[in-house]
């Protein structure tokens, strides 16, 4: 029985692209699923764009919230713990809709994480730029009561 027959399975791509375990600079590499594997060089630069660009909207995305959070507060007087129930205080809009931003920040971060951990430099620079860039354009507006050593989410 021949065991080496090629089946077109996800080893497949794990074959042309093995994942290397130290850092490399090679454009066939394995993002994420077995099924999204960039052979050719043109997809593996889409794929460094596309993490540049979700590391700089993952910025965004903090600053947003941080927005969110300030801007209900103001509303309410500027006092972070007023009158509210505890069901009022779960059942708020906006504490709705931070607990969703949250989630997605929060998955955010370690699909980019998940990315830095495929140890490619060009996929690794795309998030540090990607972030560094989102940063620069977000990070001067924030408020100052922001933890400045925050960088998981």
Not at 2 to 10: S, T
Not at 118 to 124: F, I, P, S
Request: proline fraction near 3%; charged fraction near 15%; charge should be negative.
């Amino acid at each position: 029985m021949d065991h080496n027959h090629n089946h077109g399975g996800p080893d497949d791509m794990e074959m042309l692209c093995p994942m290397q375990m130290s850092f490399h600079a090679g454009s066939c590499e394995v993002i994420l699923f077995p099924s999204w594997a960039t052979t050719e060089v043109g997809a593996f630069v889409g794929a460094v764009i596309g993490f540049f660009l979700l590391a700089f909207a993952y910025e965004g995305l903090k600053y947003g919230r941080e927005l969110l959070h300030f801007s209900d507060a103001t509303k309410r007087g500027g006092e972070t713990n007023d009158k509210r129930t505890l069901r009022q205080a779960l059942l708020n809009r906006v504490h709705i809709v931070q607990t969703l931003l949250h989630l997605l920040q929060v998955s955010v971060s370690y699909i980019l994480m998940l990315i830095v951990m495929t140890y490619n430099c060009w996929l690794c620079l795309a998030v540090v730029l990607g972030a560094m860039c989102g940063y620069y354009v977000f990070g001067w507006v924030r408020n100052s009561s922001v933890d400045p050593t925050e960088h998981c989410n």
